[in-house]
């Protein structure tokens, strides 16, 4: 299945987000997990490594994660949005290889004007790899029911930006679950559908990877950290042997496993975000003079098919 690259306009949809909505559910965050792919096992490598024999093995899928750049936010958390995403670029294009894609994971902007997704389009095709693929978050619909995002990222996508594609033995999933947003994350009916329809003939055991910007589990539920039809969506992948759902939103490192099935959620290149349930709101936390580049950075995760145990390494942009 074609799957959209971040440089081309596509069509429109519905359902928007007021301010209102924006300022209940402000939340995002950055990554930077450089994931490989080689027989049965998902290993990850800190960005900067050159990642030794798998930097020349062919057969290993290599991709990059990056999310919330949210360009267009003005504020004390972060004073300059654009220089720590291009910090985050610089890292990517560090590697020591070409990864096979990016995926950036959503909040691309803050408030989706055209002129903020034009300066993000612009900002990404300076990324060293073949391809870059994108998923909205609830800054990138605002007002508009994701009608500028999917202008400018929309190309290729089915719905209101859904996708998937298959490389290296591996099926990628891209998801939409910020457009419909009351308390939680919302896939819909539609997109259900089709997701049923893409794994229908897949073995199981291909190794799925999903992309969403909110969690597709109930994580913290009272600020709307969770998707609440996602158990349906789960249970469409409990055959598959290996399921690994990669999100943003939180601002902060999360991993839990049900079953066959991992989240992982990221830590931030921008800004934090309170630990949930600490406060009354997820708000940009502001720190102390100098302390902000120690809370953001970088998270690796190394996965084995079938098996439950995750080895977690953060590193800090400074």
């Known amino acids: 299945m074609t799957a959209p690259e971040a440089n081309a306009p596509d069509a429109a949809g519905e359902h928007g987000m007021t301010r209102r909505q924006l300022i209940r559910h402000t939340a995002w965050f950055g990554a930077g997990v450089v994931l490989t792919f080689t027989g049965t096992e998902?290993?990850?490598?800190?960005?900067?490594?050159?990642?030794?024999?798998?930097?020349?093995?062919?057969?290993?899928?290599?991709?990059v994660q990056v999310s919330d750049s949210h360009i267009g936010f003005q504020g004390t958390a972060n004073p300059d949005v654009t220089a720590s995403f291009t910090a985050a670029i610089d890292q990517v294009n560090s590697l020591g290889y070409r990864p096979d894609f990016v995926m950036h994971t959503g909040d691309l902007t803050h408030l989706s004007t055209p002129a903020q997704f034009d300066q993000v389009r612009h900002m990404v095709?300076?990324?060293?790899?073949?391809?870059?693929?994108t998923v909205p978050g609830e800054h990138d619909s605002v007002d508009d029911g994701g009608r500028a995002y999917r202008k400018f990222f929309g190309a290729g996508t089915r719905g209101e930006g859904w996708y998937s594609f298959d490389i290296k033995g591996?099926?990628?999933?891209?998801?939409?679950?910020?457009?419909s947003l009351e308390a939680l994350g919302h896939l819909g009916t539609e997109q259900l559908d089709f997701v049923r329809k893409d794994v229908a003939g897949l073995s199981s055991d291909t190794p799925v990877i999903v992309f969403s910007h909110i969690p597709?589990?109930?994580?913290?539920?009272?600020?709307?950290?969770?998707?609440?039809d996602a158990?349906?969506?789960?249970?469409?992948?409990?055959?598959?042997?290996?399921?690994?759902?990669?999100?943003?939103?939180?601002?902060?490192?999360?991993?839990?496993?049900?079953?066959?099935?991992?989240?992982?959620?990221?830590?931030?290149?921008?800004?934090?975000?309170?630990?949930?349930?600490?406060?009354p709101a997820p708000l940009p936390v502001t720190l102390p003079a100098g302390a902000l580049s120690a809370a953001l950075g970088i998270r690796t995760v190394s996965y084995t098919q079938g098996s439950r145990n995750l080895a977690i390494v953060d590193e800090h942009l400074g």
Request: with cysteine; glycine share 12%.
């Open 125 to 133: 095709s300076g990324l060293r790899t073949p391809r870059v693929f």
């Open 42 to 63: 998902l290993v990850s490598h800190i960005a900067g490594e050159g990642g030794g024999t798998a930097a020349s093995d062919p057969n290993l899928l290599r991709f």
């Open 231 to 279: 158990v349906k969506l789960l249970a469409m992948l409990r055959r598959f042997s290996s399921v690994t759902c990669l999100n943003g939103h939180v601002h902060q490192l999360f991993t839990k496993t049900e079953g066959n099935v991992t989240f992982h959620s990221a830590t931030t290149t921008a800004y934090p975000l309170p630990a949930p349930g600490d406060g």
């Open 170 to 179: 591996v099926h990628v999933i891209g998801l939409v679950n910020t457009l």
């Open 216 to 228: 597709l589990y109930a994580m913290y539920p009272q600020w709307g950290w969770g998707t609440d």
